[in-house]
């Protein structure tokens, strides 16, 4: 497979590795709303930020959108957008790793761009995320009326690749144009709902079908009904069957026509009508444009509003074509605030990022007011009345210190994250803090730290004597045992007696 090749790239390959490991600490103060959410807005650079997920949320995310700096002089004014070219692609390739390990195994990410870098994107996100699991290059119409002092072209669309994490896992929704009046209804009191009704047959011969050319049975007159010769079903006996089985086959108002349609009910989430493949152009009526973004950017109450921001339209086909209820959408350059608003809106837990002092005058400032019920945007097609909330946080103190060192000042809950992850690669999931960590592939985790067994004094509980052994939980239940602590009194015949394997903070201890 062909990769790209620039100035600086090794250190690109190696930045997520090398970036800090920091913690996440909470602002109570711009936190907003239910006080048990899982909805969270982060302030600080992304790179670190999204390394501090890692050890939560690796393999969790469901949906990734992005709408990063386009490295065109106009785009959006907060970050550095004239980046040399080899300084651009440096400053995404370890983001998009990081991303990569936050998504879910059926997860996918979607990435706006404009012609000046998506070309050059493309290339590193194949290279990142393999070329086997591109989705589609979207064409996202962003505006509706030429620019009639363009110097050569009026520029009109923008690209929204969308990668699968692992392309055999990945399930996109279905949807339909929302501007066609809804035509469904009840005609047979079908408790599910409305529905309407399409062709049984599709437009393939016996010859190129011949598995989809058979009888099926008009079950109020038993007769057998084969589909005309320039036709086949749309489905094989077997889905027929099951179709059958769960009253999706409709044989018209008195039950006895001679050739059935199929029912396709109208999903009530967030209004749209489920059913047709999604295309891969985005009209400006589906998906908005530009102007309507500006427009609902008006809650800054800025003169100087984002110059690039995404309209909620265009963000509520994304989530419903890569997510359902409850899942969880990551956004780490969050701009103007509008993943997470309408990730709110439509019931989906979220994750923002954004840098800066307008993390909490333009983001935190908008959901708040949808929080409270803003009426903007996508809200009334959703049917959106207010609720729910969102903590904010801080980049807070390194885990390792300049000199590589562990940062004494580390609560245990965040080192047994750390280390979890570190051993494991998956996120740890613990409600209270317990020296056991977990069991993974049959071995058991232990960390001794900050007095996790109750001795709060200097080094107490954290050495592993036969003392502290004996007070671990369920020790003797498993074959293979790692123990993290400050030092060891066992000798090796002790502990390959009790199949324990000890490892040292802090030296033990690695970077993710």
């Not at 923008?158 to 996109?172: G, M, S, T």
């Amino acid at each position: 497979m062909p990769i790209l090749q620039w100035l600086n790239k090794d250190d690109a390959v190696m930045a997520a590795k090398k970036s800090s490991y920091r913690l996440l600490k909470e602002v109570p103060s711009f936190s907003y709303g239910d006080s048990d959410t899982e909805n969270m807005l982060i302030q600080g650079d992304n790179l670190e930020a999204l390394k501090a997920l890692i050890p939560y949320y690796a393999g969790q995310v469901k949906a990734i959108f992005i709408d990063p700096p386009y490295n065109t002089k106009s785009a959006f004014e907060h970050y550095d957008d004239n980046l040399e070219h080899s300084k651009w692609l440096s400053l995404m390739y370890p983001r998009l790793e990081l991303l990569r390990e936050l998504l879910a195994e059926d997860g996918s990410i979607w990435i706006t761009l404009n012609d000046n870098e998506s070309h050059y994107f493309k290339i590193i996100v194949d290279e990142i995320f393999g070329r086997s699991n591109f989705i589609a290059n979207f064409i996202w119409q962003k505006k509706f009326s030429p620019q009639n002092d363009a110097k050569y072209v009026s520029d009109m669309h923008d690209h929204l690749f969308c990668y699968a994490k692992n392309k055999q896992e990945f399930k996109i929704n279905k949807w339909v144009n929302t501007n066609k009046k809804d035509r469904s209804k009840n005609l047979d009191n079908d408790p599910r709902g409305d529905w309407n009704s399409v062709d049984y047959t599709c437009n393939k011969n016996r010859n190129e079908r011949p598995n989809l050319y058979y009888a099926i049975i008009q079950p109020n007159t038993g007769e057998e009904i084969y589909p005309k010769e320039t036709a086949v079903w749309r489905y094989s006996q077997e889905t027929h069957l099951e179709n059958v089985a769960e009253n999706l086959v409709y044989w018209g108002k008195t039950g006895s026509n001679r050739v059935p349609r199929f029912k396709k009910f109208r999903s009530k989430e967030n209004g749209l009508a489920l059913g047709t493949v999604p295309v891969s152009i985005l009209f400006h009526t589906d998906a908005g444009n530009t102007q309507e973004a500006k427009k609902e950017c008006i809650v800054f109450n800025s003169d100087d509003p984002f110059s690039t921001p995404k309209p909620e339209k265009l963000l509520r086909r994304v989530i419903h074509m890569a997510t359902n209820k409850g899942d969880l959408v990551l956004d780490s350059f969050l701009g103007s605030g509008t993943t997470a608003a309408v990730a709110h809106k439509m019931n989906r837990k979220y994750i923002g990022v954004e840098i800066g002092e307008h993390a909490k005058t333009h983001c935190q400032k908008r959901l708040k007011q949808v929080v409270d019920g803003e009426q903007g945007g996508i809200s009334e097609p959703v049917n959106w009345q207010g609720g729910g909330g969102f903590k904010f946080y801080e980049l807070g103190e390194a885990i390792f210190n300049e000199y590589g060192s562990l940062n004494y000042e580390i609560k245990f809950p965040t080192l047994a994250a750390h280390i979890w992850f570190l051993e494991t690669k998956t996120p740890i999931h613990i409600k209270s803090p317990s020296p056991l960590l977990g069991i993974h592939n049959g071995t058991a985790y232990y960390l001794l730290y900050n007095g996790i067994l109750g001795d709060k004094r200097p080094q107490g509980g954290n050495v592993l004597t036969s003392k502290v052994l004996n007070e671990l939980p369920d020790i003797l239940e498993h074959d293979k045992i790692v123990i993290y602590g400050e030092s060891s009194r066992l000798g090796e015949a002790r502990l390959k007696q009790h199949s324990i394997t000890f490892k040292q903070i802090p030296y033990d201890v690695g970077s993710i």
